[in-house]
Structure formats: structure tokens, C-alpha cells
């Protein structure tokens, strides 16, 4: 490709991992998110110690979350991804994202999982299962879910049904995992939707797959590959300018940095467990004496003693 001139409007940037890019296309009433992660996903697979399959499995929907919880206009807002099967490989498979920190883990049968394919299909690893993505809006306390079959040939392939089933939002989602330089892993994502009657307002009740402007953008973000969504060395802006050049505009928001949180709190673990009666509680604790409370996201075990919670 051709080397990267920033045209009037970008900002030549390093290249960026752990970290989210926001576009706008006005002409096309098109918006975009360009998601790369590298540190922050190998800090979250290492609590686990998964096999290859479900890292990537993993890396694929935690770069999903960046994608979508990058669409919060509220701070303090929440989205998580639920998928959910029966029958399957993976029993369930949960990530949430919150004020830019992303955590997830999965749940799956190890012996199932060696006995199937190498590289087994989203219905072998779910079965009939259902994607559940959910907003919740911390200003307003509002909470929006929408439910989709894990139909198709990924997660990616789930996402865009969602957005068209659930929201009437013509959208393409690409996901990309590799083996990062010098060790661990990057994964890398894309998601550009149609809007044509806004962020906000009117329903979109006539909104078109085939609308020529959806079309025109659609088929220029097909172009992006998986070697330049994990290319660590690739700015994200460069990205935008290698898809969208021709455009009269494209308007870049400011880069969103991603990080590892989880929100397990041993304060909060006491308060709840303090709340039992004191038999209760007794009968709670293990041949040691201690109550044990798990995270499934960080992995961590939390001990406590019966008679510190009073």
C-alpha cells in the first residue's frame, strides 16, 4: 500500500494498541470504531491458563466489547456480552466493558473441547446458543438488551445480526486475533454502521441494506484485513485514512484508551456476606475455617473468616 500522508483533519499518530479510535463519515451518515489490544488482552488470558481455542474465542469477544462499549455516550455507563449455549463446548462466555476497563472470562468442558475438531465451529463450541448484549446507562438507570441465535460462522458474524435484528442498524464487524511480536497475542476489530437518520431521533424504520451510501462503505471497510488490524506497528488512524481516502470528510475522535479492571471488592464481598445469619455463615466455611468467595473474571479467591464479619 501506499505510504500514509495525512490528509487536512488527521493527526499522524504512533502505532497503538490497547486502545480505540472513533470516526465519523458525514457525506455517508456513517460511523466507525478501529480497536486494537495487545497487553491488556494477555493480562486478562493469563488469570485463566485456557486453551488456544478459547483465548482466541476470548480475544475475539473482548475486542467485540471494546468495539461496542465504545459506543457509550455515558461515562459511567456499562455494556456487557453474554453468549450463552446448549449443548456446547462453552457452557458460557461473559465480558463487560465500563469507563474504558474490560474484564471477561469463559466457561467451557475441557474434555469436550479435546475431543472435538482442531479448530471447531461457533455452533460447535455453542451449539444453539444466543448472543445477549446489554447497555445499561448510568445517568438515566436505563437498561437496554437485545437477543440474538449464535448464528452464523463467528462472533462477528452474531454481532451484525444483532445490530440488525435488535436495532434496524445496517452494521459490519470484522474481528482478527494473531501471535503478537516477541510473544503473547494482539486482536484487532472494526465496526462501521449506517445511520442515516442519526445517532438520535426518528426511528430507523426504513433503513436499507442496499442503501447505496451503506453500500459504498460497507464495501470499503471489507477491504481491511487481519494482518493490518493486529499490526501493532499500524496507527488506527492510519487505518481510517487507508479505507476512507476518497472521502470529502472524516472526522476522528479522540483515541479511547483501553485497560484491564475488575471490579471484585473485598469490602463489598463482606457486606454481603455479613448479612447471613451467623449459622449461616458457619455452615458457608470450608475444613479450614474459611469462607471462600471466587472471581471468575480475575481468578481471584477471596478468604474470610466467619468471626471477622461480627
Known amino acids: 500500500m501506499a505510504d500514509y500522508t495525512p490528509k487536512e483533519g488527521y493527526r499522524a499518530v504512533i502505532g497503538h494498541v490497547d486502545t480505540a479510535l472513533g470516526f465519523t463519515i458525514p457525506a455517508r451518515h456513517a460511523r466507525g470504531r478501529i480497536v486494537r489490544i495487545g497487553p491488556v488482552l494477555d493480562a486478562i488470558l493469563s488469570n485463566h491458563g485456557y486453551p488456544p481455542v478459547i483465548e482466541r474465542l476470548l480475544a475475539e469477544a473482548l475486542t467485540l466489547t471494546a468495539l461496542f462499549g ?120 472494526v465496526l462501521i454502521q449506517h445511520l442515516p437518520e442519526g445517532e438520535e431521533g426518528r426511528e430507523r424504520l426504513h433503513t436499507r441494506l442496499d442503501h447505496p451510501e451503506w453500500e459504498h462503505v460497507s464495501l470499503l471497510g471489507s477491504t481491511l484485513t487481519a494482518a493490518e488490524m493486529t499490526d501493532p506497528s499500524l496507527p488506527l488512524e492510519q487505518i481510517a485514512w487507508r479505507l476512507f481516502n476518497e472521502e470529502a470528510e472524516v472526522r476522528v475522535l479522540p483515541m479511547a484508551p483501553l485497560s484491564r479492571g475488575c471490579r471484585c471488592n473485598l469490602d463489598h464481598i463482606r457486606d454481603v456476606l455479613g448479612r447471613f445469619p451467623a449459622d449461616e455463615r458457619a455452615g458457608m466455611a470450608e475444613a479450614d475455617g474459611f469462607i471462600r468467595v471466587d472471581c471468575a473474571f480475575c481468578a481471584r479467591s477471596f478468604p474470610i473468616e466467619p468471626a471477622s464479619l461480627g
Open 70 to 189: 465504545t459506543l457509550l455516550k455515558d461515562v459511567g455507563g456499562q455494556l456487557t456480552i453474554q453468549a450463552q449455549s446448549e449443548g456446547g463446548i462453552v457452557d458460557l462466555l461473559v465480558c463487560d466493558y465500563k469507563g474504558g476497563e474490560m474484564r471477561g472470562y469463559v466457561r467451557h468442558d475441557p474434555d469436550r473441547l479435546a475431543e472435538g475438531p482442531v479448530n471447531p465451529s461457533l455452533f460447535a463450541l455453542f451449539g444453539k446458543g444466543y448472543l445477549a448484549i446489554t447497555f445499561d446507562q448510568a445517568a438515566t438507570g436505563e437498561r437496554y438488551q437485545g437477543i440474538v441465535p449464535l448464528d452464523g460462522a463467528s462472533l462477528a458474524d452474531a454481532a451484525e445480526s444483532y445490530f440488525s435484528q435488535s436495532e434496524q442498524i445496517p452494521s459490519l464487524v470484522r474481528l482478527a486475533v494473531a501471535d503478537a511480536p516477541g510473544g503473547g497475542h494482539v486482536a484487532g476489530g
